[in-house]
């Protein structure tokens, strides 16, 4: 099936992950966007983030501190702008969810949508995901993670700046506790196989499916993507968890 024109895909919204001239040493999660930053985003950044951002710090990020209860935690890779998040957000009240971005028009968007809906569950962390995995988040300490529409890097030579990465995804599953969920989806069937093989090669995870699954029903569909489905496009969904189970040495 044809992949949605990137124009009219969710994943209009910036992509994540950036082509870095140091990449042996250390991959980014994202890549530098310019971006129109409207004032109503910047006045929310300046004032919101304060209130509903996780403060730079050492060491992992106290949830129950954060949210004010305990909870558990659903981590998203890259909102965009954020509306799947704050839908989301607001249909699984039960859940936290801590958004990573670094687009500030996009923080700043979500950051006015918490404030206008009064959304008490999510926050967000304005930080390459990378160095968030590494530095913030604790072991076995996430419920579940959403990872939906990365920058699929068509070309053949950009394959390699994809975020789904043996790496990534080995790092990313110590963070999820055992039982718990990843879920990914794209609109760019090359990236889909990609992700495919490199989530059913982790030692960690096991998919709940065979193959491809079912889009969730708690991941409400976008404009663009309900369009892409009309014009005959195609969308996947992943759906693995961590293994209760160690993996093998």
Avoid at 85 to 113: C, H, K, N, W
Wanted: with cysteine; aromatic share 8%.
């Amino acid at each position: 099936m044809q992949a949605l024109p990137k124009e009219a895909s969710s994943s209009a919204e910036p992509r994540a992950e950036v082509d870095n001239p140091h990449a042996n040493r250390h991959i980014r999660s994202f890549v530098m966007r310019r971006g129109h930053l409207s004032d109503s985003q910047r006045e929310a950044h300046e004032t919101l983030l304060p209130r509903y951002g996780v403060p730079a710090a050492d060491g992992p990020i106290d949830f129950t501190a954060l949210f004010g209860r305990h909870a558990p935690v659903v981590l998203e890779i890259g909102f965009g702008m954020g509306h799947t998040t704050a839908q989301i957000a607001m249909a699984r009240p039960e859940l936290d969810f801590l958004g990573i971005e670094v687009y500030t028009p996009g923080v700043g968007s979500l950051l006015r949508t918490i404030r206008d809906h009064d959304i008490g569950n999510l926050r967000i962390i304005q930080q390459d995901a990378v160095e968030v995995l590494r530095d913030r988040i604790a072991p076995d300490s996430l419920a579940g993670v959403h990872i939906y529409f990365p920058d699929p890097w068509p070309k053949l030579r950009h394959h390699k700046r994809r975020l789904i990465q043996p790496a990534f995804v080995a790092d990313l599953s110590t963070r999820i506790a055992p039982g718990g969920y990843l879920h990914c989806a794209t609109d760019w069937q090359s990236y889909a196989d990609q992700m495919l093989e490199v989530l059913q090669a982790e030692p960690q995870l096991r998919n709940r499916f065979d193959g491809f699954a079912p889009r969730p029903d708690w991941r409400p569909l976008t404009k663009f993507e309900q369009r892409g489905l009309r014009l005959g496009h195609g969308v996947w969904d992943l759906l693995f968890e961590r293994r209760n189970e160690k993996a093998p040495v």
